[in-house]
């Protein structure tokens, strides 16, 4: 004759379930409005001043003034220059 014990099955706590299923629902929306939603309201909330980066936009710069000045003060020499010796011995199987 079996004796067949069981144990006791936990009940489910419902308020977490919930909690769970509520959060994923709130992350899928987000990522939603966030990545797919096409933004309708950056026309209106845009300020009218900000024409003139347009023009700022459009402005070109040309920096080889300011590269040719610099290199006057940024060019002096403090070392001599490095020799790179050839590499291995004359013959090797010569001992130390």
Known sequence: MAIFV?????PVNWFNVIGIIVLVAVIFAGAYFVFFKKPQ??????????SDIKTLSQVRIDPSPVVQTLQKYFTTNYGSSVTVPAPGRTNPFVPF
């Open 41 to 50: 309201l950056i026309d209106v909330v845009i300020p009218g001043g900000l």
């Open 6 to 10: 069981e144990q006791e099955k936990k």
